[in-house]
């Protein structure tokens, strides 16, 4: 072998042993597979998973779970939609993969489910799940703000925590900022290292936060590696959309968008207020919350999202929205407010942090309840007319509570 040809060789071995040795390269297996919720969680969910480049068709079986060994001839086999990715961050090892997704329709509600994916001799394990029933009695689900920093070491414990104590959760809901920097493969590794089988046994529903944005731009990784529902306006598929799930509906408004909704061009406001309206104004359901990642009161003293008051707050009152549920200040707030002189209607407005990244609260006027320095869950219950709310810090201790009744 002569110099040149051998150093070429020693080249591409060298980039081959560091592209396997990269903890968040995908291998023929499939990996990060998730469920997540859909329009119409009772009759369907949606499933995502990876696989590096050489599985170039993803498969899906599904069948009732079985009361003993799963037979191969009683599921339902699916070709899933496969979508080729390339995830770039900096300097850091270039990430190829096929992502593949599939909507199991047709479901029926409250029946436990296994399923697995994969293809050739290459498949998951068997995972279970549970559509919620159309019936009227008891839910809970599980509200996290913002995990973003120290996933794997830190926000894992809590994830975790969320799941021992209410494992029969209908669903796990982030308020945004699951990741620090927008676009980094390694980060998404902790992410799902963190929430691991949790997150392919209860569906995962989530609305984007400010770091899944990098320079106006929505991570690639949201859309390809969750599938979550495109009801809502034009372009914000996946970030701003309407769920019902039992007698609830679960809005997500996307205030991540073009730098935070304060783009002087932007139209992401005006769309996502008409939409809003017109969901509202058509909804039928007993509850509704809303879901966004940038707090309508802040706790933080130097902190304020008027803009999001300004335009979201006069829609909320009208349609007399519950609960809002938010993050983005990495504290604790809890409380009742409006803008509006005359009172009326006041929403229930949120603000919690699950990761360890910490800023400190300011004294205001807005807040019945808030809290610093702690790493939290919230557990949610709707039991017909009566909504329970509980907050737990990361070693389980009841941190805050309310009810609201209709
Ligand atoms: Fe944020």
Redesign the pocket.
């Given at each position: 072998m002569n110099k040149r040809l051998y150093f070429t060789v020693s080249i591409l071995l060298a980039s081959v042993i560091s592209i396997t040795a990269q903890v968040n390269a995908p291998t023929a297996y499939p990996d990060r597979v998730i469920l997540n919720l859909t329009e119409d969680p009772s009759t369907s969910v949606a499933v995502t998973w990876r696989t590096d480049i050489s599985m170039n068709e993803g498969f899906c079986e599904i069948q009732s779970v079985p009361s003993g060994p799963v037979k191969g001839g009683d599921s339902k086999s699916y070709k899933a939609r496969t979508t080729s990715m390339v995830y770039e961050y900096e300097n850091e090892p270039v990430i190829r993969a096929n992502q593949h997704s599939h909507l199991f329709t047709g479901l029926t509600p409250g029946e436990k489910y296994i399923y697995r994916v994969g293809n050739d001799d290459y498949w998951s394990e068997w995972f279970e799940f549970q559509t919620p029933t159309n019936e009227d009695e008891k839910f809970s689900f599980i509200y996290m703000g913002?995990p973003q920093t120290d996933l794997k070491s830190q926000w894992s414990r809590v994830v975790r925590a969320a799941y021992k104590h209410e494992p029969n959760s209908g669903f796990i809901l982030y308020c945004?900022?699951l990741i620090n920097r927008a676009g980094r493969d390694t980060e998404w590794h902790e992410w799902f290292h963190a929430g691991s089988f949790i997150y392919s046994t209860i569906p995962q529903v989530m609305t984007p936060?400010?770091?899944e944005y990098r320079r106006m731009v929505l991570d690639p990784h949201w859309n390809a590696q969750f599938t979550l529902p495109a009801n809502g306006p034009e372009g914000l598929e996946g970030s701003c959309y309407a769920v019902d799930y039992k007698n609830m509906k679960l809005i997500s408004i996307n205030s991540a968008a073009e730098s935070e909704l304060r783009h002087k061009e932007g139209t992401k406001m005006e769309a996502q207020k008409v939409w809003l309206d017109s969901v509202l104004s058509a909804n039928t359901q007993e509850w509704v919350i809303v879901t966004t990642?940038l707090p309508f009161y802040s706790p933080k003293e130097n902190r304020d999202n008027k803009h999001l008051r300004e335009n979201f707050q006069p829609i909320l009152e009208k349609h007399n929205v519950d609960l809002v549920l938010t993050?983005?200040d990495h504290s604790y707030g809890r409380g009742r407010a409006t803008d509006n002189p005359a009172g009326g209607h006041q929403v229930m407005y949120v603000v919690s942090v699950s990761g360890p990244k910490m800023y400190e609260v300011g004294d205001k006027d807005w807040m019945e309840h808030s809290g610093a320095d702690t790493q939290l869950y919230q557990v949610i219950s709707i039991e017909g007319k009566k909504l329970t709310y509980e907050s737990y810090s990361a070693d389980g201790k009841l941190f805050d509570q309310f009810q609201l009744a209709k």
């Amino acid at each position: 072998m002569n110099k040149r040809l051998y150093f070429t060789v020693s080249i591409l071995l060298a980039s081959v042993i560091s592209i396997t040795a990269q903890v968040n390269a995908p291998t023929a297996y499939p990996d990060r597979v998730i469920l997540n919720l859909t329009e119409d969680p009772s009759t369907s969910v949606a499933v995502t998973w990876r696989t590096d480049i050489s599985m170039n068709e993803g498969f899906c079986e599904i069948q009732s779970v079985p009361s003993g060994p799963v037979k191969g001839g009683d599921s339902k086999s699916y070709k899933a939609r496969t979508t080729s990715m390339v995830y770039e961050y900096e300097n850091e090892p270039v990430i190829r993969a096929n992502q593949h997704s599939h909507l199991f329709t047709g479901l029926t509600p409250g029946e436990k489910y296994i399923y697995r994916v994969g293809n050739d001799d290459y498949w998951s394990e068997w995972f279970e799940f549970q559509t919620p029933t159309n019936e009227d009695e008891k839910f809970s689900f599980i509200y996290m703000g913002d995990p973003q920093t120290d996933l794997k070491s830190q926000w894992s414990r809590v994830v975790r925590a969320a799941y021992k104590h209410e494992p029969n959760s209908g669903f796990i809901l982030y308020c945004g900022d699951l990741i620090n920097r927008a676009g980094r493969d390694t980060e998404w590794h902790e992410w799902f290292h963190a929430g691991s089988f949790i997150y392919s046994t209860i569906p995962q529903v989530m609305t984007p936060g400010n770091h899944e944005y990098r320079r106006m731009v929505l991570d690639p990784h949201w859309n390809a590696q969750f599938t979550l529902p495109a009801n809502g306006p034009e372009g914000l598929e996946g970030s701003c959309y309407a769920v019902d799930y039992k007698n609830m509906k679960l809005i997500s408004i996307n205030s991540a968008a073009e730098s935070e909704l304060r783009h002087k061009e932007g139209t992401k406001m005006e769309a996502q207020k008409v939409w809003l309206d017109s969901v509202l104004s058509a909804n039928t359901q007993e509850w509704v919350i809303v879901t966004t990642h940038l707090p309508f009161y802040s706790p933080k003293e130097n902190r304020d999202n008027k803009h999001l008051r300004e335009n979201f707050q006069p829609i909320l009152e009208k349609h007399n929205v519950d609960l809002v549920l938010t993050g983005h200040d990495h504290s604790y707030g809890r409380g009742r407010a409006t803008d509006n002189p005359a009172g009326g209607h006041q929403v229930m407005y949120v603000v919690s942090v699950s990761g360890p990244k910490m800023y400190e609260v300011g004294d205001k006027d807005w807040m019945e309840h808030s809290g610093a320095d702690t790493q939290l869950y919230q557990v949610i219950s709707i039991e017909g007319k009566k909504l329970t709310y509980e907050s737990y810090s990361a070693d389980g201790k009841l941190f805050d509570q309310f009810q609201l009744a209709k």
